[in-house]
């Protein structure tokens, strides 16, 4: 299911990036790749340090952290190279390679989005593991787009993002524990063994009834 949607959209961004051009297609697809690279890796430490809990919280950081990065790196693309800048090439070459990269860039982001909403299934579920909820049967594409950027980084070891993911969740779910447990700990009272209130009500009870000698009656 989650292929056939990320087919639909390749297609529907093949038409979109066809539009724009390949100088703009080609800037739009590296931010989108360099994004969502970020933001798996950053991820575990940014669950690490926000209070967001949960598999709403883990979601919320993946799907924040990338949008934000994106949205960085394209405005920062468009004022100071696409906009200053212009590229021309051979209008059948210009089409062909801007519909590939356009569908290459459709399936990317719906193999990134289904991390969330994997995420999100997983919480909803307990009895079900991550990667059953997550149903990333396109997730060796995204692998190898965040393995691609990695190998630039200077890293040949190739990792797998659905550990990166499972490191989210964890450390959302550690927040989650932690408020847990200080709100057990304020809940407890601890009473002194000596408080005047307790002595009070020694010294304003009842006493011991009195004796009686019923051989001088």
Known sequence: MVMLIGIIAGLFFA???????????????FNLVVSIYLAISLGPVIAD??????????AVILVGLAAAVFTA???????????????SFPKLFDSVTSSIIGFLAGILIISFLSLPLGIIRHGLSAKSSYKESSQLANSAYLDFWYNAIHSLVGTKENIQTEKLIAEIIKNTQKVKKVKSTTKAVKTVKVVEPN???VEKVIKDGPGEPPEFDFDKI
């Open 15 to 29: 038409w979109m990036a066809i539009r724009m051009g390949l100088y703009v297609a080609w800037s739009v697809m």
């Open 49 to 58: 340090k926000l209070p967001l809990e949960g598999s709403f919280g883990a």
């Open 73 to 87: 790196l394209q405005g920062a693309c468009y004022l100071f190279i696409t906009s200053q800048y212009e590229m």
């Open 195 to 197: 408080e005047p209130e």
